[in-house]
């Protein structure tokens, strides 16, 4: 069976924004005009197609990353002349700060992004954090201004807003036809032609020339956009200076080199509710967004030798391919999203996963419209598609030619920030709640469970209130899982702020074989890496904790140096000041020693453990808590009284910027005095003022903040 789409013919990208900019609006419209539905479904309606589970129908917002599969044929192209069509791989992303894992993870395995913006409000907190994590991954860019027919909708002040906060190097390709409700097309600036949108639902794209009154501006934008284009290659540049005149394919060639490159970021526009711009989107992702052979190849290590290899985008090279998502699926069962980097995978053949080293077989594999599923026999290089029933995977799992491995680089997620106890309200619950959890940990990565050891208890840990209250709706709907659970907690952490050292040997005799354990070791606080520094063989360094092995002449057998790191890791997660999980820690073992006949590896965790502790309450122990980012929106009558709520709540203002009628207050606050504030901030603002909070940083405590936690943790 072969591949019914060249790769140059694909195009694997997703819709980011922050929430309530109108991506899962744009991605209905997506759906509607590239025939995958007969019928346009509205958010406000709750009866989109990507928005499928129903706690994103109730509460208008996405919570999981959808994926679509449709086809597109450019509008510039004769309907009859295909020649041009291209498959588009779509992802759907979340835009609240509690399911950005979807984004994350997403990012990582798709070759381009169109980044949607409200044409109000412009850039917003989360638009900032998806463009950052493209900016980690490389990703290839369009942007969007959305919501131009909205009261106070600005093109030109979201477009700054996208060159103060973003990068510079946006670039206006399109400029809009009126505003608000005189909002009705678009000026393309590389055509230099109007467009307007009429039929049902906007589906027929009407080409004219540009209204007399925006020939002036269409111009000397137009020219701007050129010059945009032609800085970003040398020999353009040249021909420029000289006086040259560019055709639009050349400049449609310069600019899809230097989207790929991510030397600009083209800047479109349009109204998806209204229907206005959507399909010269589509166009833009064909001609500028790359395919899978526009990537370089997708690095790996050989989990044999720890050599760097690649993987090309090409069926012919063996098989690889990453885990990215999982969904338990109410109709099929566990689904396992995974992204095709090379070579091609059979339905009903094994599948090697490099990551656990074990082989399961692919009974099914589907393509998947958001809710629904299409069967299909093969994937190829360059695709995206869901495993049916594979019991082992796990998202970043690496999926490989067993005889050609490679693991690939695994996708990191952030640590959670809020926790809550939970208790089952029947002995039955409880037996179906272990295995609810497990299954929606598995799902997502930021949602982590644990038990406390002293109480028994359980607790769920995620990215946000908002965050866990969806999993625990999840876990009686769809698990049938009745739950009582506590107030919301804050994750704090602990960590060191100076140097210190500690020794410990652990002797105990029995009578018979005894055990004999002896380390030295020195914590300091963690550095952080500079770029293209390298780690010493010596060094294990992790996210949050590195372990130095400096032991000479063998004073402590090879053998036991990882029963002394497990001691360490043991003691990490024990805290020191309140018991919280310690972070951001070098740890060095310097000095031990051994017996013949009575040294053990639990011996070893055992002083390694005791040690670390030792030396931990001597480096000036600290508490951290999350310092999250703030954005209230508000009238400006509001103000003062929103500005001292923050004050009163040990917050930092940083900013305030008008946004049409209201005003925007940017402001770094603790979590744990955030907790009901949205219910606070609509009673002092009458119901006018709206919040959004993302994780930041984490932060010393103050001393008298510092008492109070440890004390309710007595």
Same mark, same amino acid.
């Given at each position: ?11 694997? @990208? ?13 991605s #209905?419209?997506?759906?509607?005009y ?14 989109? =197609? ?8 109730e ?9 679509? =599969? ?20 779509? %992802?759907?992303?979340?835009g ?11 990012l990582?395995v ?5 980044v949607?913006?409200?044409g109000?409000?412009?850039? #917003? ?10 900016d980690?991954?490389?990703v290839?860019?369009?942007? @969007?201004?959305n ?5 106070g909708?600005? @093109?030109?002040?979201s477009?700054?807003?996208?060159? #103060? ?7 206006? !390709?399109?400029?809009? %036809? ?16 109007a467009?307007?949108?009429?039929g049902?639902k ?15 501006d ?20 040249s ?8 055709s ?6 310069? =600019?899809?080199?230097?989207v ?20 010269l ?24 030798t ?17 885990a990215?998502k999982?969904? +338990? ?8 999203f ?9 339905a ?33 290089a360059?695709e ?33 920030v809020?926790?809550l ?7 039955a ?16 990565? =930021?949602?982590?469970? *644990?038990? +406390? ?10 990215m ?9 709706d999840?876990m009686?709907?769809?698990f ?12 704090y952490?602990e960590t ?8 410990n ?5 029995t009578?018979?074989k ?20 390298? %780690? ?8 949050? @904790?590195?372990?130095i092995?400096?032991?000479?002449g063998?004073?402590? &057998?090879?053998? !036991? %140096?990882p ?7 043991e003691?990490?997660?024990?805290g ?10 070098s ?6 020693s051994?017996?013949?006949?009575d040294?053990?590896?639990i011996?070893?965790?055992?002083a390694?453990?005791?040690? !670390? ?7 000036? &122990? ?13 009238? #400006? ?26 005003i ?5 606050? &603790? ?13 002092m603002?009458?119901?006018?003022? *709206? ?6 940083h984490y ?16």
């Open positions: 069976m072969n591949r019914d789409y060249s790769l140059d013919k694909v195009r694997n @990208f997703g819709i980011i924004a922050h929430i309530d900019a109108g991506k899962t609006t744009t #209905e419209r997506i759906l509607y590239t025939g995958m539905t007969h019928k346009i479904g509205e958010v406000h309606d709750g009866n989109t =197609t990507t928005d499928w589970m129903e706690q994103e129908r509460r208008g917002i996405t919570i999981t990353a959808a994926a679509i =599969t449709c086809f597109w044929n450019p509008t510039y192209m004769p309907k009859t002349d295909t020649s041009k069509k291209v498959r588009f791989n779509i %992802i759907d992303t979340p609240h700060i509690d399911f950005t894992v979807e984004v994350k993870r997403s990582r798709l070759d381009g992004a169109v949607v913006f409200d109000v409000a412009g850039v #917003e907190p989360q638009s900032e954090t998806n463009w950052r994590y493209a980690d991954g490389k290839p860019r369009l942007c @969007f201004i919501k131009l027919d909205r009261t909708a600005s @093109f030109e002040k477009f700054a807003s996208i060159l #103060e906060r973003l990068n510079k190097n946006a670039v206006r !390709f399109q400029i809009p %036809i009126g505003l608000e409700g005189d909002h009705n097309g678009v000026v393309d600036l590389m055509r230099m032609k467009y307007t949108f009429t049902e906007g589906i027929d794209v009407v080409e004219g020339e540009i209204p007399t009154d925006l020939l002036a269409a111009k000397k934008f137009h020219a701007e956009m050129v010059e945009k284009i032609v800085e970003t290659d040398d020999a353009a540049m021909k420029f200076l000289e006086g040259a005149e560019f639009i394919d050349e400049l449609k060639k310069l =600019t899809r080199s230097a790929i490159a991510n030397k600009i970021f083209p800047v479109f526009t349009g109204s998806a509710l209204k229907n206005v711009g959507v399909q989107v589509l166009d833009a992702v064909v001609d500028y967004l790359p395919s899978p052979l526009d990537m370089p190849p997708i690095k790996g290590i050989d989990p044999n720890g050599a760097e290899i690649f993987r090309h985008a090409s069926d012919e090279e063996p098989f690889s391919a990453l990215f999982l969904q +338990n699926d109410p109709f099929v069962g566990a689904l396992t995974f992204r095709v980097y090379s070579g091609s995978i059979e009903g053949s094994y599948i090697y996963n490099a990551t656990t080293g074990k082989k399961e077989r692919l009974g099914r594999i589907v393509r998947l419209q958001a809710d629904k599923r299409e069967e299909v026999k093969k994937v190829f360059g995206i598609a869901a495993a049916v029933g594979l019991k082992d995977a796990l998202t970043s799992h690496t999926f490989c030619d067993e005889a050609n491995p490679i693991v690939l680089e695994v996708i990191k997620f952030m640590e959670p809020v926790s106890r939970i208790e089952p309200k029947t002995k619950d409880q037996e179906k709640m272990g295995m609810a959890l497990r299954k929606l940990g598995n799902e997502d990565p =930021t949602f982590r469970v *644990s038990s +406390n050891q002293e109480t028994g208890e359980t607790i769920i840990s995620g946000g209130e908002l965050h866990l209250e969806i999993m625990v999840r009686k709907r769809e049938g899982v009745e739950a009582a659970v506590g107030e919301p907690q804050v994750a952490r060191i702020m100076a140097e210190a050292e500690a020794e040997k652990y002797i105990k005799q009578g018979g005894g055990q004999y354990g002896h380390v030295r070791l020195t914590l300091r606080p963690m550095k952080p890496l500079v770029e293209g520094e390298k %780690i010493p063989k010596n060094v294990k360094r992790y996210d949050d @904790f590195e372990f092995n400096s032991i000479k063998g004073v402590i &057998p090879n053998e !036991f %140096i029963a002394v790191e497990k001691g360490v890791r003691a990490l997660d024990r020191i000041v309140a018991g919280y999980k310690l972070v951001n820690i740890c060095e073992l310097t000095f031990g051994y017996h013949d006949v040294s053990s590896e011996a070893y965790k055992i390694a453990s005791q040690a !670390f502790q030792d030396a931990a309450k001597r480096a000036k &122990p600290v508490i951290l808590e999350p310092i999250m980012k703030l954005e209230v929106v508000c009238p #400006e009558k509001y103000i003062g009284d929103v500005n001292g709520s923050i004050a009163s709540k040990r917050g930092l203002i940083e900013g305030q910027n008008p946004k049409g009628q209201v925007s207050i940017i402001a770094k606050v &603790p979590l744990s005095e955030m907790f009901g504030y949205t219910t606070a901030l609509r009673s603002t009458s119901g006018q003022g *709206s919040a959004q909070m993302e994780f930041d932060e010393v405590v103050p001393t008298n903040v510092a008492l109070e936690i440890a004390e309710k943790r007595k």
